[in-house]
């Protein structure tokens, strides 16, 4: 049993995040408490990762998935997982290309960013499709 540092309620380990940082292996605040807070607080939380990651904010992400009409930029779907859509970047310069759907940003990640290597994975898609 531990108490919640937030909602100062004594609930079972099991309620607790695992955590190796912490003394007894889990964090101070309750799941339930740990989700409320990130709900809260998006703003913040998302803010400082895009911040740190992509050098753009909350507000230039939030534009950029009204400009893609809160869909991908590739599919034109929304994620399928229910995620938020992801920051897709070049990893060599850094700039920030547009919001993808995980699978889309995953595909093009396996793909090594090579437009190349992706229009040869079209090609052969549409040349086995004809037989």
């Given at each position: 049993m531990k108490i919640c540092t937030r909602c100062l309620v004594e609930k079972p380990l099991n309620m607790f995040h695992r955590g190796k940082n912490y003394k007894d292996g889990h964090q101070?605040?309750?799941?339930?408490c740990a989700r409320e807070y990130v709900t809260q607080n998006r703003h913040i939380v998302s803010g400082g990762m895009l911040k740190r990651r992509y050098g753009i904010d909350y507000d230039d992400y939030e534009l950029m998935l009204k400009q893609q009409n809160g869909v991908c930029a590739?599919?034109?779907k929304v994620?399928?997982?229910?995620?938020?859509?992801?920051?897709?970047?070049?990893?060599?310069?850094?700039?920030?290309?547009?919001?993808?759907?995980?699978?889309c940003n995953t595909s093009l990640g396996k793909m090594h960013d090579d437009p190349a290597l992706l229009r040869r994975a079209a090609e052969y898609l549409e040349e086995s499709s004809k037989s």
């Amino acid at each position: 049993m531990k108490i919640c540092t937030r909602c100062l309620v004594e609930k079972p380990l099991n309620m607790f995040h695992r955590g190796k940082n912490y003394k007894d292996g889990h964090q101070y605040h309750c799941k339930q408490c740990a989700r409320e807070y990130v709900t809260q607080n998006r703003h913040i939380v998302s803010g400082g990762m895009l911040k740190r990651r992509y050098g753009i904010d909350y507000d230039d992400y939030e534009l950029m998935l009204k400009q893609q009409n809160g869909v991908c930029a590739i599919c034109g779907k929304v994620d399928p997982y229910k995620r938020a859509l992801a920051v897709d970047h070049d990893h060599s310069t850094k700039k920030v290309r547009g919001l993808l759907c995980n699978p889309c940003n995953t595909s093009l990640g396996k793909m090594h960013d090579d437009p190349a290597l992706l229009r040869r994975a079209a090609e052969y898609l549409e040349e086995s499709s004809k037989s």
